[in-house]
T-cell receptor, first 112, second 115 residues
Framework: QKEVEQNSGPLSVPEGAIASLNCTYS??????FFWYRQYSGKSPELIMF????GDKEDGRFTAQLNKASQYVSLLIRDSQPSDSATYLC????????????FGKGTLLTVNP | EAGVAQSPRYKIIEKRQSVAFWCNPI?????LYWYQQILGQGPKLLIQ????????DSQLPKDRFSAERLKGVDSTLKIQPAKLEDSAVYLC?????????????FGPGTRLLVL
């Protein structure tokens, strides 16, 4: 059973701080890693993906991947109240069907 | 570019009734997914289509759930008969291919409440 684990939170940070969201996965053959943001009552929207070890930056967001430790994280710099949402980690474990396994998500609250 | 369309957005039915959901993927996306998301959980894949063929339906409760994707575009997901535990949001997604794999884009979802 391929698993994706996330701290369910809630994670609370003050406005302007760095929010750090973490995700671990069980399948060492995993190839691609995705972060989705889901506002309450809305569908998931893609923030970014990463497939190489190291960091990938996109605006205020940085994804970090460490395949040896089976760990992927998302950093949000200068957090804003509008970043308050559930963040879902999803892992593609290889294979031609590109199946994604999602974690349960971490609820982030950014306090003004 | 239009996103993934789904209908209806909300549905309330009684247990043992049947219900159907419709999805229209992003134009040109060959792969279509149906997910079930129970409150407080991440999305769980029910079925994946590549064009009009099924790629993965290992987590689809086939005794009550069925899905089809005629002509490789629109798709319908049906539940018959519904159970209380089917209350969830049903998400449709479609994907495009890139170097890292396929990126999935979600529709707004259908919220189902079974009473």
């Amino acid at each position: 059973q391929k698993e994706v684990e996330q701290n369910s939170g809630p994670l609370s940070v003050p406005e302007g701080a760095i929010a750090s969201l973490n995700c671990t996965y069980s399948d060492r053959g995993s190839q691609s890693f995705f972060w989705y943001r889901q506002y309450s009552g809305k569908s998931p929207e893609l923030i970014m993906f990463i497939y190489s070890n190291g960091d990938k930056e996109d605006g205020r967001f940085t994804a970090q991947l460490n395949k040896a430790s089976q760990y992927v994280s998302l950093l949000i710099r200068d957090s804003q109240p509008s970043d308050s949402a559930t963040y879902l980690c999803a892992v593609h474990s290889g294979g031609s069907n590109y199946k994604l396994t999602f974690g349960k998500g971490t609820l982030l609250t950014v306090n003004p | 570019e239009a996103g993934v369309a789904q209908s209806p957005r909300y549905k309330i039915i009684e247990k043992r009734q049947s219900v159907a959901f419709w999805c229209n993927p992003i134009s040109g996306h060959a792969t279509l997914y149906w997910y079930q998301q129970i409150l407080g959980q991440g999305p769980k894949l029910l079925i994946q289509f590549q064009n009009n063929g099924v790629v993965d339906d290992s987590q689809l409760p086939k005794d009550r759930f069925s899905a089809e994707r005629l002509k490789g575009v629109d798709s319908t997901l049906k539940i018959q008969p519904a159970k209380l535990e089917d209350s969830a949001v049903y998400l449709c997604a479609s994907s495009s291919l890139h170097r890292g794999g396929q990126t999935q884009y979600f529709g707004p979802g259908t919220r189902l409440l079974v009473l």
